[in-house]
């Protein structure tokens, strides 16, 4: 093992895994750079300590207890997709708990609650629960995220409208709290931890295992895509306002979710809606896009391929599927751009310096379920959103430059000086290191009850990452 038996806790944490030399790698280590996970954002770059691959949760405990006595901080990892590689600690020498092999997966043949382990990729949960009697829950279209921190964050996905978000899901978990304890949160049991894992888990403990409702899978979809490819600023202006129009249609329909995505010289719009091709034709006429082509229709009448999603293949084939180097910002809203607001957003957009080419923004429609449930139910903070932004570029060559960043940020600018009624929240999921005030943004008028809870069962601040929740200062003061 080289020189790591002199980093601190090297004893105690390979004794956490029982002496098994292949459940901990060191950064010392040899072969560190290859047994550790990759880093997701190239332009994050964190080395942890050590990174551990624990088989249950009593190793998990240990873990935990061992870089408590020696002041190091912990994060999970489940799927690894953070844009700020917060799962690797975000910062240099942490801890991480690499949840790979909790793969459990059972299913209640009457109550239909499915028991998952918190390493599960999306796509494994989403073929698992479809084989399991045809069930599926709410979560997002990038299949290779983790169950871990998708659900735990917030959750989007084609079937929030009607469902909620993945984390609206969770009945009960398991989570192992800063002390090595191994609790379950529920409603009844430790509700304050169930609060705050709903939304703000990296900060609370590890979930090793979720019980997660289940609803019927949908059985019939119509996929649609309408684009403009190259225009000027006003007709991609006008298509925006255009889809804007019909996102906020009063009584829309909860069975349609939308996306429009930017780009440079272009505009896609895509979407699913869960019914027949005549229900979809029948709505279809109030969409009136006269600035796009006449759109594509895919009818599909199977549930694992009803996923797909268009901004999804975009951000795959800028990144190419590799590690790279990118930023990204998102903003939440609750009213629709004024006018002058579309036109300044696009005129901006079209005349900014950006410094690469591999640039996009994604606009997403929300509401329906996810705004059913009170603001003050569970950590996520953004029950009134609308519609979130989302902000994304990638360096083709080193380090994002300035230019880019600043380019990014001002699309934020731009928006607050022309709706200045818009909600200024950041979706948690979309981790933004240069963000101000990143904890009130992430978690709004819930954060004095997340540092309450923070206080009560993390006080020194073992589960950390650069914008983690953080120890109310009064309570601080008293530690």
Same mark, same amino acid.
Request: glycine content about 8%; charged content about 15%; some cysteine.
């Given at each position: ?246 996102? +906020?249609?009063?009584? @829309?329909?909860?069975? %349609? *979710? !939308?996306?429009?995505?930017? $780009?440079?010289? #272009? ?124 902000? +994304?570029?990638?360096? @083709?060559?080193?380090? %994002? *430059? !300035?230019?880019?960043?600043? $380019?990014?940020? #001002? ?69």
């Amino acid at each position: 093992m080289g020189n790591s038996q002199s980093l601190p806790g090297h004893n105690c944490l390979l004794a956490a895994v029982d002496h098994r030399a292949s459940l901990v790698t060191f950064q010392n280590d040899a072969l560190f750079h290859l047994r550790a996970p990759s880093l997701y954002n190239l332009d994050a770059p964190v080395k942890p300590l050590a990174v551990t691959f624990p088989e249950n949760s009593e190793q998990i405990a240990k873990i935990v207890q061992c870089a408590a006595r020696h002041s190091l901080k912990v994060q999970s990892r489940s799927g690894g997709h953070s844009y700020g590689n917060y799962g690797l600690g975000g910062q240099d020498g942490a801890v991480v708990v690499d949840l790979k092999s909790f793969q459990e997966f059972s299913m209640d043949p009457v109550t239909h609650v499915a028991t998952v382990g918190s390493g599960t990729l999306l796509g494994d949960l989403h073929s698992r629960l479809y084989n399991a009697g045809h069930r599926a829950v709410a979560h997002g279209a990038c299949l290779s995220v983790g169950l871990g921190g998708h659900a735990t964050i917030g959750g989007l996905g084609s079937m929030s409208r009607q469902w909620g978000m993945a984390l609206d899901h969770i009945q009960e978990a398991e989570v192992v709290l800063a002390d090595g304890k191994i609790i379950t949160a529920s409603a009844t049991e430790n509700p304050d931890v169930l609060f705050a894992i709903k939304g703000a888990a990296a900060s609370f403990g590890i979930v090793t295992k979720f019980k997660l409702i289940t609803h019927p899978a949908p059985t019939q979809a119509v996929q649609y895509s309408y684009s403009l490819n190259i225009g000027t600023t006003a007709q991609r202006a006008r298509l925006f306002a255009d889809w804007q129009r019909f996102i +906020y249609t009063q009584n @829309l329909t909860r069975r %349609v *979710s !939308s996306e429009l995505v930017v $780009f440079e010289h #272009g505009v896609l719009i895509s979407g699913t809606f869960f019914g027949s091709p005549e229900e979809w034709k029948s709505l279809e006429k109030k969409l009136k896009f006269p600035g796009a082509d006449k759109g594509n229709l895919i009818v599909l009448t199977d549930w694992l391929g009803m996923l797909v999603s268009g901004a999804e293949d975009l951000i795959q084939q800028v990144a190419g599927g590799t590690p790279c180097s990118f930023y990204a910002k998102s903003m939440s809203f609750t009213d629709a751009l004024s006018a002058e607001g579309v036109e300044s957003l696009f005129t901006y957009l079209d005349s900014a310096t950006k410094g690469t080419p591999a640039w996009f923004v994604i606009f997403d429609l929300e509401a329906g379920a996810t705004n059913d449930v009170p603001n003050n139910a569970t950590a996520y903070a953004h029950r009134d959103t609308i519609m979130w932004m989302q902000s +994304y570029a990638v360096s @083709l060559i080193g380090p %994002v *430059s !300035s230019t880019t960043k600043d $380019f990014l940020g #001002g699309i934020n600018q731009v928006i607050a000086a022309t709706c200045p009624s818009a909600s200024y929240g950041a979706y948690p999921g979309y981790v933004d290191p240069l963000l101000e005030n990143s904890q009130q943004a992430y978690w709004g008028d819930n954060l004095p009850k997340l540092q309450k809870i923070k206080s009560d069962i993390d006080p020194h601040d073992v589960f950390h990452n650069p914008e983690s929740v953080r120890v109310n200062p009064a309570a601080r003061a008293q530690l």
